[in-house]
């Protein structure tokens, strides 16, 4: 049973990409597997990014989530300009229901798991990642991003990830989900469309990958996603795609 105790509480939290401090009130519920934290639509209007503002809670997920008390990050009902990549963190569920992400920059991709930093081996580095629902829109049917080739969503070194029901379109000349050395991938129910003329602007560039599963064998596959150790994929499951 979910337990929807209404707890009001002040967050200042330091954004390290502005060197801003921002003081928070945040309306967050406990449930049985967890803690749910809703962003106040408020925040997409204070003039910061759509981006670093749902970066900034999976920020907090990343600082506090458990095994034992994941969370889950609710975006509300809308459509957000991606000017800049996200990162997820362990024991995150990014729930996006009702909601279009549209990437309005070039060569970026839209999220990935961990930091761009990060080394780890085997399946050791990320767990317990969720994607729920959304549109994830590449915009290449429009012509300034026609050529944008970065991938949608890329994860390695992890165990335990879900995409469910999540949709992606729009995209050209890219793969939309490329996942590397992962134990227990699984993408249900997704929607994925773009390759098309009605949906591409370039055609020369309509050659696009829908998921691409591989080896962290080396650089040239997954860039930024060391360790180079050969940790394969196992336990993957594609159905109702």
Request: a negative charge; one cysteine or more.
């Amino acid at each position: 049973m979910k337990k929807r105790n209404k707890i009001i509480i002040f967050l200042v939290l330091v954004l390290c990409f502005t060197g801003i401090s921002v003081n928070l009130t945040l309306d967050i519920y406990a449930e049985d597997n967890g803690t749910v934290i809703e962003i106040p639509k408020s925040e997409f209007d204070e003039g910061y990014s759509d981006a670093k503002v749902i970066q900034k809670y999976l920020n907090l997920a990343r600082d506090n989530a458990t095994d034992d008390n994941a969370y889950r990050i609710v975006v509300p009902e809308g459509t957000y300009e991606i000017a800049s990549g996200m990162s997820i963190y362990s024991n995150t569920h990014l729930c996006l229901n009702g909601v279009t992400l549209k990437r309005c920059s070039e060569s970026i991709g839209m999220f990935r798991s961990g930091n761009n930093s990060d080394i780890n081996n085997g399946y050791d580095g990320y767990k317990n990642i969720t994607i729920e629902g959304g549109i994830l829109d590449a915009n290449g049917n429009v012509k300034e991003y026609a050529d944008n080739s970065g991938t949608l969503i890329r994860i390695a070194h992890a165990k335990n990830i879900l995409l469910d029901r999540v949709t992606l379109q729009n995209g050209n000349n890219l793969h939309y989900v490329e996942v590397a050395g992962v134990d227990g991938f699984t993408m249900q129910d997704c929607n994925i469309y773009g390759r098309d003329s009605l949906s591409t602007v370039n055609t020369k560039n309509r050659s696009i990958e829908a998921v691409q599963l591989d080896v962290l064998h080396d650089e040239s596959r997954m860039k930024n996603f060391g360790n180079y150790d050969d940790t394969p994929m196992k336990n993957v499951l594609i159905t109702g795609c």
